[in-house]
C-alpha cells in the first residue's frame, strides 16, 4: 500500500510540474544561434556590401545609389583555386589600403561590441574587402593591348562581355604604340604562382591590379588573401540574381 501511494504521488508530481520557462530558454536559443552565425559566416558563406562602382554594371555600388549585397560563398576555394572570370571578394595587400578608413569607434566599449557583431555578422569586418574579377592566374602573363584593345593573356585575347566603360582606344590613332598612349596600356606582367591578377568590370574607373602593379606584388593578390567568391545579388530585391563568372578565356 506504501509503495503505491508513493507512485500515485509522483505521478501527480510529474503532472502539476509546470513547463520550462520560455524566458529561461531564450537566452540558450540565442546563444546557439550566434554559435550558428558564426560557423556559417566564418566558413561557409557571408554577406558583403559593395561600396564603390568598380564593377559596375555587374555589381551596383554606384554614388547616390542603394549598394548591392552579395553572397560571398567560401567552401569552393578550399578545393580548388579561382579560375578566370569569377568574381571575388579578398583582402587587400597593404599597398591597396591608402583610402581604407577604420569603420570602428574610437570609444573602446562601442568598438569592442563592433568587433563581437563582427563575429556574428551582424557588422561588417574592420578590413579592407575589395570585389574585382579575376582576369589571370599564377604563371600567366597578361597585358593590354591586341590591335582592337582587348585584354591578352599568353598572347590570346579576351573574351569580356561584361565591360561597358574603358578608356578610349581608336587604332591607329589612340593605342598602346602612339605618342600620346591610350588609358587602356599596360604590362606586359606574368602573374606569380600562388596569385592572381584582378580588374574591375568598370574598367576606367576602378584601382584594381594595374593600378598597383609598382608593389611588391605588382599589383596581384596572393589566394590567402581571397576571402571567397561572389555568387549572388540578395538585397535590394529587384537586384535579385546570380553573379555571372563566363569562361573568358575560352578554355
Known sequence: MTD????????EAQRTKKP???????????????VLSFLLQTFVARVYLI???????TLHGCNGCTGDRIVVEKIGYRFGDPTAGDVIVFRGPPSWD??????RSSNVVVRGAQE??????????????LVKRVIATGGQTVECCDEQGRVLVDG?????PYITM?????????????????????????VPEGNVWVMGDNR??????????????QGTIPLDNVIGKAQAIVLPPGRWGLIDDPDIQGQ
Request: aromatic share 8%; hydrophobic share 35%; proline share 9%.
Open 204 to 217: 576606367s574607373n576602378s584601382a584594381d591590379s594595374r593600378f598597383h602593379v609598382a608593389d611588391e606584388l
Open 156 to 160: 590570346t585575347p579576351l573574351d569580356e
Open 4 to 11: 503505491e501511494r508513493a507512485g500515485d504521488d509522483n505521478d
Open 51 to 57: 561600396p564603390s562602382e568598380s564593377m559596375e554594371p
Open 98 to 103: 591608402g583610402d581604407y578608413v577604420s569603420t
Open 116 to 129: 563581437l557583431g563582427s563575429l556574428v555578422g551582424l557588422v561588417a569586418p574592420d578590413e579592407n574587402d
Open 166 to 190: 574603358d578608356f578610349d582606344f581608336v587604332p591607329g590613332t589612340l593605342t598602346c604604340d602612339t605618342p600620346i598612349r591610350s588609358g587602356r596600356c599596360f604590362g606586359p606582367v606574368t
Open 20 to 34: 520550462r520557462s520560455f524566458w529561461r530558454e531564450l537566452p540558450i536559443l540565442i546563444l546557439v544561434a550566434l
